[in-house]
């Protein structure tokens, strides 16, 4: 990404069109800023449901981590107005409704790492750490969490 491409021309680009942040399904926000810092909560994703390696294909967990991912920028959008003001990606935390036998978790979360890169460059390079879990509510096959660094 050049100097001259915004987040915002990045998703248009990739044809991605940000809606309003899914709501709550709990007592809780979809983000808290403190300082210089947001902390997402974690978004699953509607279109995808149940455990990789049994329902799923890794292929399909690949989208619904990308899936999941639009949902968390739309967060950001919602929060920041302008994604522009994001100065880094810090950290994402990706739990995958898997099988017992599933150990493929890192290549499902390259979906939201490659969209990361795809719309924010080298500000969208973050540390991750990607688990399997053995449910994950309404039976979700992804949910992830970020924490973002901003600047005014």
Not at 12 to 32: D, H, M, T, W
Not at 69 to 86: F, R
Request: glycine content about 10%; charged content about 25%.
């Amino acid at each position: 990404m050049n100097n001259t491409q915004t987040p915002e021309s990045q998703l248009e680009k990739l044809g991605i069109e940000l809606g309003k942040p899914r709501s709550a399904v709990g007592n809780y926000v979809g983000c808290v800023r403190t300082g210089n810092l947001i902390f997402t909560s974690g978004q699953g994703v509607d279109q995808y449901h149940g455990k990789l390696g049994e329902d799923l294909t890794v292929e399909e967990g690949y989208a619904a981590s990308r899936q999941s991912m639009i949902n968390l920028i739309t967060v950001l959008k919602h929060e920041l107005g302008d994604l522009s003001k994001v100065k880094r990606v810090v950290k994402i935390l990706g739990m995958v409704n898997s099988a017992p036998d599933f150990t493929q978790q890192p290549k499902v979360m390259d979906g939201a790492s490659d969209l990361l890169v795809e719309v924010f460059g080298e500000k969208g390079k973050h540390a991750r750490s990607a688990v399997g879990m053995a449910q994950l509510p309404n039976n979700t096959a992804i949910e992830i969490e970020m924490i973002v660094e901003v600047e005014e």
